[in-house]
Structures are given as C-alpha cells and as structure tokens.
C-alpha cells in the first residue's frame, strides 16, 4: 500500500461533525474539529517525517486537513476569539513544520507558499457560502435571502469597495497577501 493511500484511509476514518454551546445565541464549538485537525495532521506528518518537502506536507495539509479544521465555519457566526483560535492553530504546525517558535517566521513562511491565513479563509468560505445561499430555490432560504445579501455585503466590504463576488475576494485577498499590504 502506497504512502497516499494509507494517510487517506487514516484520515477517512475521521467522522465530522458540528458541535454548538448551549446559550441564548447560536454559537458553534470547534474544539472537536481542532482535535480531529491535529489528528489528521499527525497522521500525515508521522507518515512523511522529514522525508516528504514543505510545499508536498503544505499540499496534503490544505487538502486533507483544512476542510476539517473550517468545516461548517461559513454558516456559523463566529467571534474573533474563535478566528484567533483558529489562527493560533495553523501557526502551531507551521512551528511544528518549520521547527521555529517565531510568528513572524511562521507569517514569512505562510507568504512564500501561498498559504492563506484562517482569517482570509474564512472570509472566502463564508462569502462563497453567502452567495450560494442568497441565490438558492430552497424555499426556507428564501425567507432569509435578504439576510444573506446583507451579510454578504459587509462580508465584500471588509476588503474593498470595488469586491462583488467571492471569486473576486478570493482575488482580492491573494492581492493583497503578495503585495504585503
């Protein structure tokens, strides 16, 4: 059985799932999916070593990680703790990746390789989410259309004026990320 194989049985293994707190406001909690993150990265990462290069272990973790760690983070509202979390949890495996302990050499690295940050992710994600929803037939995602519309406004906004779509914020965000703005 080939290297790829047996990380993606490993990884198949991982059920998902979302998790919300109990209060008056809906609120998700990910702790669970940060677990299974740092599972399925491990899996990955005992598998290669330091056999594997950075951008092929990059590759595996944007591929077969991260949908873990973001699942369900677009249609959930999220507080900036949360998103800082999630942060600090992608810059423990660049520390881990690159053995440094330095966030700026961690952001460095994040840069050279074209690894977006949790924050920009999540701008896409939830952005792309918005828009299908604001446009689907569904009739109960109908009733909350205009809803959508405005969050996918504020969304747009928080990067530019000229950003109508989520592709031109996926756009928008690399822009900005290799122009070091």
Same mark, same amino acid.
């Given at each position: 059985?080939?290297?790829?194989? /047996?990380?993606? =049985?490993?990884?198949?293994?991982?059920?998902?799932?979302?998790?919300?707190?109990?209060?008056?406001?809906?609120?998700?909690?990910?702790?669970?999916?940060?677990?299974?993150?740092?599972?399925?990265?491990?899996?990955?990462?005992? &598998?290669?070593?330091?056999?594997?290069?950075? *951008?092929?272990? !990059?590759?595996? !973790?944007?591929?077969?990680?991260?949908?873990? =760690? =973001?699942?369900?983070?677009?249609?959930? *509202?999220?507080?900036?703790?949360?998103? !800082?979390?999630?942060?600090?949890?992608?810059?423990?495996?660049?520390?881990? =990746?690159?053995?440094? %302990?330095? *966030?700026? +050499?961690? /952001?460095?690295?994040? +840069?050279?390789? %074209?690894?977006?940050?949790? &924050? /920009?992710?999540?701008?896409?994600?939830?952005?792309?989410?918005?828009?299908?929803?604001?446009?689907?037939?569904?009739?109960?995602?109908?009733?909350?259309?205009?809803?959508?519309?405005?969050?996918?406004?504020?969304?747009?906004?928080?990067?530019?004026?000229?950003?109508?779509?989520?592709?031109?914020?996926?756009?928008? +965000?690399?822009? &900005?990320?290799?122009? %070091?703005?």
């Amino acid at each position: 059985m080939g290297l790829l194989s /047996s990380i993606s =049985l490993s990884i198949a293994d991982i059920r998902i799932g979302v998790f919300f707190t109990s209060g008056c406001t809906l609120r998700c909690c990910f702790d669970d999916a940060k677990c299974r993150f740092f599972r399925a990265f491990n899996a990955i990462f005992s &598998k290669t070593g330091r056999c594997a290069s950075e *951008p092929v272990i !990059l590759s595996l !973790l944007r591929s077969k990680c991260i949908p873990i =760690l =973001l699942y369900a983070v677009d249609a959930c *509202p999220l507080l900036a703790r949360q998103i !800082l979390s999630f942060e600090f949890t992608l810059t423990r495996i660049f520390m881990k =990746l690159f053995r440094t %302990g330095s *966030p700026k +050499v961690v /952001s460095d690295c994040q +840069v050279s390789f %074209g690894f977006l940050a949790a &924050k /920009s992710q999540i701008l896409i994600r939830t952005a792309s989410f918005l828009q299908r929803f604001a446009v689907s037939e569904n009739s109960l995602c109908m009733l909350f259309a205009n809803d959508g519309r405005r969050q996918l406004h504020s969304v747009f906004m928080q990067v530019g004026d000229n950003v109508r779509t989520a592709r031109q914020l996926r756009s928008a +965000v690399f822009a &900005k990320l290799f122009d %070091g703005s």
